[in-house]
DNA sequence: GTCTATAACCTGATAGAC
DNA sequence: GTCTATCAGGTTATAGAC
């Protein structure tokens, strides 16, 4: 039978939206199968447990997030602003999709920190993040960036990318009147953290006044 | 009587601390009770429901966050670099002593930002907001800081303030490895973000190369 | 495969004895 | 004021009929 797998889809689809907007806790197997259209205990007979639905689901989100990472390509030799105006642009795209998966990757974290590294891990293979870290140190031994620490540019470029969606409903409250003021204010906001970005990593040559 | 204020005022206390931690749809009645040590049902005869002990605590909360915010002054003048050392100070030292600050406001805020803003205004006056624009707009047109927006100023303020500990357990699963360590990630974070907000406060003259 | 029925919890809240 | 007992509602999960 094919409907059997066609119902399997319609659930993760459907769960995976539900997840992001509500988060784990915040979303019951009552409230999946009421949006599916199916009885709740067909979400067992799937799955078994929440936290078995739960595992088919992340994954599809983890890769969604980690995707967007771009690094410097000693190949290709992308110039800075290029690689950043890429990274923006990707997860602009992606948040203003799925505007609560900010909230939603932090509440996870928050929730079980283990859980996610081991499915990160699992995904990407065990060096991922060391891999990063080497073709990162190799940029700046080139001089192609400016020394310094990777959490540092993490930081940077996550927390000025976040922040807007994270405190939308509060923007919305004090500042903007609805979602096409909202979209506005993202797009002046744009050429701010790519500013910011590409001062952060330049070489000291572009970079020093 | 007396052991009734004080029995009262260690409710409110525990209840700040584990609403903070966990959130309030984190934290149960029963879980409050345990940690003060008396029985469940003493909480309802205090605050007679979940939502008015919370609103009991909430106040403190928000007070202690918005006494950090300290614009420009137009009497002192006290120059840029100082006020963004002084605004950088006070909230790394609150959320040194309360790591999971950052992480239960923006939980708030997705939960019920409208209940969240009637308090705040209750505390700070209907005007707040309105005249924390105002000050700002002055000293803009005054020539003391670059003309941009206010809101960019909150989202790269708080953007870069608030990442380190939104993901804090992240951190200490792969690039440190414990609260000391942390501590001086912290120490090394701060001079990149001061620089960055001085960069996007300082007046034309100083900012342009 | 999908349903009904039911189990075994946990939640917030209240009534009433002491 | 603080307790026990109880309620009404929600949660995940399973057994068994069809």
Redo the contacts between chains.
Sequence with gaps: MDSNIQIEEKIITTARQMFIDKGF??TSMSDIAKEVGINRTVLHYYFRTKDKMFQAVIGGIIESIISRIKFYDKETKEPIPYLVNNFIEAYFNLFKKHPKLP?FI??E??RD??Y??TTLLSLKGESF?AELKCNYEEAINKGYIKN??L??VF??A???M???F??K???????VKDGKEFEE?LN??RP?IEN?LI??LSAPKEAH?
């Design positions: 806790n915040g909230m932090l509440r974290i928050d920190a283990d996610l590294f993040i310094i620490p959490i540092y930081y940077t996550y927390g000025l976040l922040i807007p994270l405190t409903s509060a923007a919305i409250k004090v500042i204010l002046g906001w701010i910011q001062l952060l006044k």
